[in-house]
């Protein structure tokens, strides 16, 4: 069992940055995907961004959804068995829950292929 702690969240206004903190307990992330995902009331969960580890011989890489590819950034500290996502240049469509998850295999964007999840951690951005 893996269990996801997010925190970090806040009310920004647009342009500002922000940067989400994930804490993982019960087992090492290093061999996990993790991602994060987010909702809006209404909407559907929406891929972030994930970080995919490293197998054999590849490195770690990561990926990222359009609708945020140069203003958001994950990382990862192992040893820490922390997730972090650094937001920038925010703006008010970015408003939202912002959920951690994690996997062992499966399509890295997909909610429905992460088997753990963290309660979520709103963010608002007002104008």
């Known amino acids: 069992q893996v269990q996801l702690v997010e925190s970090g969240g806040g009310l920004v206004q647009a342009g500002d940055s922000l940067r989400l903190s994930c804490a993982a307990s019960g087992r090492t992330l290093s061999t996990y995907t993790m991602g994060w995902f987010r909702q809006s009331p209404g909407k559907e969960r929406e891929f972030i961004a994930a970080?995919?580890?490293?197998?054999?011989?590849?490195?770690?890489?990561?990926i990222y959804a359009d609708s945020v590819k140069g203003r958001f950034t994950i990382a990862n500290n192992n040893a820490k068995d922390s997730l972090y996502l650094q937001m920038s240049s925010l703006k008010l469509e970015d408003t939202a829950v912002y959920y951690c998850?994690?996997?062992?295999?499966?399509?890295?964007?997909?909610?429905?292929?992460?088997?753990?999840w963290g309660q979520g951690t709103q963010v608002t951005v007002s104008s």
């Open positions: 970080i995919i580890p490293a197998l054999n011989r590849f490195g770690a890489y990561t």
């Open positions: 998850a994690a996997q062992l295999r499966g399509a890295p964007s997909v909610p429905s292929e992460y088997a753990y």
